[in-house]
């Protein structure tokens, strides 16, 4: 067995690359999505993200060594795939983590589950969001800091589900 360790391997603490958690209701889905994908490229396990390729060799003719190699190279990929999920499950939130777990999930399935969740319901959302900015009020707000900082946060989640804010 080769002794070199997958870089991927080396990330203790997934809140050191990415410092915020991934709320359901957050404007924050695109910018998660950029940096866990630079994450999984800086670390080689981007194919994780993926769907697994099928496997084309042929059946039954494989040497006892090709046949250790396969085995070794399943069990790596299953390694790898359980830490690009805790990696997903680490940096969402627990509400958001109850939405799309699913038992025996790869984490390409846990990545397509949030990006589902983040893309279904544009519409409705974008009208809802629309309404909300529609209706904002600086004397809602204690300073102008805070009317603007959700002014931006509305712009953003709208352009996250297509409908960005004009100038």
């Keep these: 067995m080769d002794a070199k360790i997958h870089p991927a391997m080396a990330v203790t603490n997934i809140k050191n690359m990415i410092s915020f958690t991934l709320e359901d209701e957050s404007s924050h889905y695109s910018t998660w999505k950029a940096l866990f994908e630079v994450l999984c490229r800086a670390y080689q396990v981007y194919e994780h993200l993926q769907p697994r390729p099928v496997d084309t060799a042929p059946s039954g003719s494989s040497s006892a060594a090709d046949k ?12 790898l795939n359980a830490l690009v999920l805790q990696w997903i499950y680490g940096s969402i939130s627990t509400p958001l983590l109850h939405i799309i777990l699913v038992p025996g999930q790869t984490a390409h399935e846990a990545w397509l589950a949030i990006a589902n969740h983040f893309n279904d319901n544009k519409s409705a959302r974008q009208i809802h969001l629309q309404q909300q900015f529609s209706n904002i009020h600086l004397e809602a707000f204690p300073n102008m800091a805070a009317y603007c900082q959700q002014v931006k946060n509305l712009a953003d989640q709208l352009k996250n589900v297509g409908a960005p804010v004009d100038n």
């Design 68 to 79: 250790a190699a396969k085995a070794e190279a399943d069990a790596l990929w299953a390694r």
